[in-house]
């Protein structure tokens, strides 16, 4: 069992930047290929990012070149710095975590809201 809690959601006006953070309680994290996701009001839920526990990346590419994907294996933790934030970037950001070696294993955080205005 994996619990994941994210932080470092809030509100942030057009061109600033935030930085989440995703927890993982339970045994195996580097087992997990770590992601995060995002969800707008009205709109599907989208792939943001995804680490390997060796550190490869996967972006969206409306998003690789502001975004950055980063995990601490130490630390049982993974981070999305986000920059150049624009509006449509508001969304609520799920943390996700799939198991490598076992098919279908996969948990969800409880997602942090993203709020970026003037």
């Known amino acids: 069992q994996v619990q994941l809690v994210e932080s470092g959601g809030g509100l942030v006006q057009p061109g600033g930047s935030l930085r989440l953070s995703c927890a993982a309680s339970g045994s195996g994290f580097s087992g997990y290929v770590m992601g995060w996701y995002r969800q707008a009001p009205g709109k599907q839920r989208e792939l943001v990012a995804t680490i390997t526990s060796g550190g490869n990346t996967n972006y969206a590419d409306s998003m690789k070149d502001r975004f950055t994907i980063s995990r601490d294996n130490a630390k049982n933790t993974v981070y999305l710095q986000m920059n150049s934030l624009k509006p449509e970037d508001t969304a609520v950001y799920y943390c996700?975590?799939?198991?490598?070696?076992?098919?279908?294993?996969?948990?969800w955080g409880q997602g942090t809201q993203v709020t970026v205005s003037s």
């Open positions: 996700h975590a799939r198991n490598q070696y076992i098919r279908g294993l996969l948990y």
